[in-house]
């Protein structure tokens, strides 16, 4: 509330006015920011976002692989002659807990030589994310919880919006699951195409990864898993369960383009 609004209702209180539903209303709406949507890529600069790439420190966009171009936030390996296992991230300035993420990606060109074939048409969204500032420099992706994207071959099935754990574990069903990468129901999206994914994250119970508001794949409980040499140093006082973290968008390789990455708090 403003300092204005909270004058004025107590003074109606004072003298035994109630305060009409509608004033509470405005009042908190502009105070309370949950559900708008949040821009965190503008697209004209890489303002808020901060990169992390394999082998180099904190901040250091190696060979321009983070950049922005009509409008776009390109991910590109023009620069590299080999890709070498120079897996990085972009990170967002902010940690978040309870929200809706919102991206548009595409795959496009040819993948960088030297990547792995796992790789080909395959970056992801990084939830929960470690502190990049606690990140060795060697290190070569975040503790996170990814929804992992995916580009069809021209060929065959392949679904997006899937789930990758590194260093971390989900419950599926009652059941601890720690195998690395689970499928959605996702259909396979060939081509240089658009695609719209959409993640709920309620903190440390539900996720849900979405496309076209159908619920494509969820799980509960997301959890540091203590096996993971990287995750062991995030554990405090024997507390597994992420409820909040960093997001961060991924570098793997092969050439991709994110045209819109928006946040929407939730209560």
């Known amino acids: 509330m403003t300092r204005n609004f909270r004058l004025v209702a ?3 209180i004072s003298f035994g006015f109630s305060l009409p539903a509608i004033g509470q209303d405005q009042a908190l709406k502009k105070e309370n920011k949950n559900g708008e949507w949040i821009q965190l890529f503008n697209g004209k600069n890489l303002d808020g976002w901060t990169p992390k790439i394999r082998f180099h420190e904190l ?9 922005v171009k009509d409008g776009l936030m390109q991910v590109g390996f023009e620069g590299y002659d080999q890709f070498n296992e120079t897996f990085g991230h972009i990170f967002y300035k902010e940690k978040f807990s309870n929200y809706v993420i919102r991206c548009e990606y595409r795959f496009v060109g040819k993948q960088c030589p030297g990547g792995p074939g796992w790789a080909r048409r395959n970056s992801g969204i990084m939830l ?13 992706f975040p503790v996170s919880i990814e929804m992992q994207l995916l580009g069809g071959l021209g060929t065959g099935m392949r679904t997006t919006a899937n789930l990758c754990t590194p260093g971390t574990n989900v419950v599926m069903n009652d059941k601890l ?33 979405m496309i076209d508001g159908k619920i494509v794949l969820e799980y509960d409980k997301p959890q540091l898993d203590p096996s993971d040499a990287n995750a062991k140093k995030l554990i405090s006082d024997g507390k597994l369960i992420l409820s909040e973290g960093y997001i961060s968008l991924q570098s793997e390789s092969h050439p991709c383009e994110f045209r819109k990455v928006e946040l929407k708090k939730l209560d």
């Open 10 to 12: 107590f003074c109606l």
């Open 59 to 67: 901040g250091e966009n190696y060979k321009n692989t983070f950049r």
């Open 128 to 140: 929960h994310c470690q502190d990049p500032k606690t990140m060795t420099k060697d290190q070569d």
């Open 177 to 209: 699951v720690t195998r690395h990468c689970t499928s959605s129901t996702s259909k396979t999206y060939h081509g240089e195409q658009w695609v719209t994914v959409e993640i709920e994250v309620r903190g440390g119970e539900t996720i849900k990864h």
